[in-house]
């Protein structure tokens, strides 16, 4: 096979795109993670399989969130009665990500024997899966949850488009370490397909998308990871005999939206005991941003904790 995608002046890596199929009634999304990924887990010392889920739950918010006009916040979580309690990601509307876990390290290395890398409902047990649209204030939340279902997460997400939405999506996931010459990094990709509903030529849509999903099928892994496999080669590889166009590209990053204030505004709303005990020995309170781990350090009377 030859690739001779065409050449565009789009972000390569670290980047959410649309891309159309000509003349099919599907509409895909693609997302390449490099240094935003490895930023994302590098800022916490998970085991691989938490690091690998929490990547591939990032993935899935700047997939689904990409593809909504809207200004404010997509947020996917799970959570479950497995060895990881918790996972969220979230992706805002000007392609910023961030996201953590919450786990028990000897359960998830319990749970990791005998696999390379056990998947999201080995890790997360039984539990909810649900994605929030953040508008701001102004706004109602608009909140989906389904059961896990499915050994992975994008078996998940493809379940709460069946059951919430009632789309039929296939979703590819992808993390894993790169070596491009200075030693390892995270990266991360993922790829979804929908079907844009029909109306008259019902019958056809359907065969032309279970013809998309046989293709999205062969889609791999290592074709998502892989940073010399630029968006478009790897959609030309997918779907090429059909003429496929890649639009709407924006870029990614890992920007976290804490700072020195909002920490504060949160320490003020717990009561004043706790407040007093959260005081060090060198007279300061210390709070870590559990999605960026930036440590912030607060004198007690920013707080409102007068000195005894
Ligand atoms: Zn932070």
New binding site residues.
């Given amino acids: 096979m030859t690739d001779h995608a065409p050449l565009s002046p789009v972000p390569v890596d670290d980047l959410a795109a649309a891309f159309q199929i000509e003349g099919w009634p599907v509409r895909g999304r693609l997302v390449r993670l490099g240094d935003a990924i490895d930023a994302v887990l590098s800022a916490h010392d998970y085991p691989e399989p938490v690091a690998a889920l929490l990547g591939e739950t990032c993935a899935l918010a700047a997939l689904v969130g990409s593809s909504l006009k809207f200004e404010g916040r997509l947020i996917v979580q799970a959570q479950g009665d497995g060895p990881v309690r918790y996972v969220v990601a979230d992706y805002d509307s000007q392609g910023h990500i ?1 996201g953590y876990c919450r786990f028990d390290a000897e359960e998830v290395a319990a749970a990791s024997t005998g696999f390379s890398r056990p998947g999201a409902q080995t890790l997360l047990g039984k539990g909810v899966f649900v994605m929030t649209l953040d508008q701001g204030p102004d706004f109602e939340r608009h909140q989906g949850i389904t059961p896990i279902e499915g050994e992975s997460l994008s078996l998940a997400a493809e379940h709460y488009f069946r059951q919430s939405e009632q789309v039929p999506t296939k979703v590819r996931l992808a993390v894993g370490a790169v070596d491009q010459g200075a030693g390892p990094r995270w990266r991360a990709g993922g790829a979804m397909i929908q079907m844009v509903a029909g109306d008259a030529a019902r019958g056809s849509t359907e065969e032309v998308w279970e013809r998309s999903e046989a293709l999205f099928q062969t889609l791999a892994d290592d074709e998502l990871l892989d940073p010399q496999i630029t968006p478009e080669t790897l959609l030309f590889r997918l779907f090429h005999e059909d003429g496929v166009r890649l639009e709407q590209a924006r870029p990614l990053a890992a920007v ?3 700072s020195a204030d909002r920490i504060t505004s949160v320490l003020t709303s717990f009561g004043e005991d706790e407040r007093r005990e959260m005081i060090e020995d060198d007279g300061k309170i210390r709070v870590t ?6 440590v912030y350090e607060i004198e007690p009377a920013a707080a409102g904790v007068g000195s005894l």
């Fill in positions: 961030r976290c939206r804490c941003c559990e999605y960026c781990s930036t």
